[in-house]
């Protein structure tokens, strides 16, 4: 008698499909409509393709996302209809200039539609490769100028490359780093980055101040603003940072982070060495530390990190002392410890005696808990092996004191005197500071004598 074959069972393949064995040859396919499966459209296969794309107009965006996710001869249709004029006339709006409307009503409306369009690209492109999928969102948005590298005339007054950072954000969010790695090396390829960050980190600094601003806005605005989680915006920050020496990472840092003119957006190069600055000059360069330091990124130590900032505090030139102790302030606790003690295990108790003083200014300026300056010189106290080194700091910040107080004494009675009369403010802060800084340390003294 014949053995019957028992058909009651699901085939499991004895090959597994990995996405790169996916075919490349997908979005060629969606392009001929007559050779597209029909049986996956549901009660779409009976409507003309034309009648289909006159549907798809009347959906919104999020909409046509959704339908995208049906079957996969729907989403072909979708793509193809993303290919047609009429379709990426009305899905890539490029009223990027014309925004009037107030409280930045408009602004909200047209970074939600390139989200959302993001979302759809995402869901249509799926079974792509990642290569072939970038290829093809490159082939359908290099039909808006904005987006490009080099592409408006008016980047300032621009939300392109806003939008396009909010898109490529929807776009790659859940991608693994090796994923999101090939999508930087694409952009670097199609906007030739890397040529381009080695002609500025090779030049003097402001000689080439357009392609400063470009790249600025380029990596703020593209890479780096539009994630939610830290270690997202560590991960790109990371990939702009490490092909390059430390002393390049810090010039970098600085043009995308650092201070720039209200009136054209261009990076001032003179603010740290000229004069004191004031928080929001800093605020962004110290999250960027702060982004490199807390997110646990592999490829960054703590003594990279503060390899960098030590690097940083000499672009162009050497900052006023001022600066560099408000940015560490800002930088938090962590890393501004981490700094001074690395200054005390090198040997360099004078620097730190002086970078005490200005901790204790900027804290009377901004008025600051002052107990906190003197906090950090208990803690970096600590780090001496010995009370001979202990005592020595103790009587180098003594005298740090008396000889920053002297410079600026001299500088006011020397008469270099500007409308703010800044000299004599700053000599007035530090006498303030050095009195309550002290008054602490006796606080501190009596407390430890009492118990």
């Not at 249509?124 to 490009?148: G, M, N, Q």
């Not at 650092?258 to 003179?270: E, N, R, T």
């Not at 703590?302 to 002392?321: C, N, Q």
Request: proline share 3%; charged share 20%; hydrophobic share 40%.
């Amino acid at each position: 008698m014949a053995s019957r074959i028992n058909t009651n069972f699901t085939l499991i393949p004895n090959q597994k499909y990995r996405r790169s064995n996916r075919r490349s040859n997908y979005i060629s396919n969606t392009l001929d409509s007559g050779s597209q499966p029909l049986s996956t459209l549901g009660n779409f296969k009976a409507l003309p393709l034309e009648i289909f794309q006159i549907i798809l107009k009347c959906l919104s965006v999020k909409d046509i996302s959704m339908l995208s996710m049906v079957s996969k001869a729907v989403s072909q249709h979708i793509i193809n209809y993303i290919s047609t004029s009429s379709g990426s006339k009305r899905l890539l709006l490029q009223n990027f200039h014309n925004l009037v409307l107030p409280d930045k009503k408009q602004d909200s409306a047209i970074f939600e539609h390139y989200r959302s369009l993001g979302l759809l690209f995402k869901r249509c492109t799926l079974l792509l490769p990642t290569k072939e999928r970038l290829k093809y969102i490159h082939k359908i948005l290099a039909e808006v100028s904005c987006f490009k590298f080099s592409g408006c005339a008016a980047p300032m007054q621009c939300l392109g490359l806003s939008c396009y950072g909010m898109f490529l954000q929807t776009l790659t969010a859940g991608w693994d780093e090796l994923e999101c790695g090939r999508v930087f090396n694409f952009l670097c390829e199609l906007t030739n980055f890397s040529h381009r960050i080695q002609t500025i980190v090779f030049s003097k600094p402001g000689n080439a101040r357009k392609l400063e601003l470009r790249i600025r806005l380029f990596c703020r605005n593209v890479l780096l603003d539009h994630w939610t989680h830290r270690h997202d915006s560590a991960f790109w920050l990371t990939r702009i940072l490490k092909p390059w020496p430390i002393v390049y990472q810090a010039k970098l840092l600085y043009i995308i982070f650092g201070p720039i003119s209200p009136q054209d957006g261009q990076v001032v190069w003179q603010k740290m060495i000229e004069e004191p600055t004031d928080d929001s000059s800093l605020k962004c360069l110290a999250n960027a530390i702060k982004l490199l330091y807390n997110t646990g990124i592999k490829e960054w130590t703590a003594d990279d990190v503060i390899r960098l900032i030590d690097e940083l505090s000499v672009v162009p030139r050497e900052w006023l002392l001022e600066n560099n102790a408000r940015l560490l302030i800002l930088s938090g606790n962590n890393i501004c410890f981490t700094f001074m003690a690395s200054k005390a295990v090198n040997g360099r108790s004078t620097e730190l005696a002086r970078l005490i003083v200005f901790l204790a200014l900027v804290c009377e300026k901004e008025l600051y808990c002052m107990d906190w300056a003197v906090q950090m010189m208990q803690k970096v106290c600590k780090v001496f092996n010995s009370s001979v080194e202990k005592t020595n700091f103790l009587q180098d910040v003594a005298n740090a004191f008396a000889c920053v107080t002297m410079e600026m004494l001299h500088s006011v009675m020397s008469g270099d005197r500007d409308e703010e009369d800044r000299n004599f403010l700053n000599l007035f802060h530090l006498v303030h500071a050095q009195a309550n800084f002290h008054k602490e340390v006796l606080y501190l003294t009596v407390n430890s004598l009492s118990t």
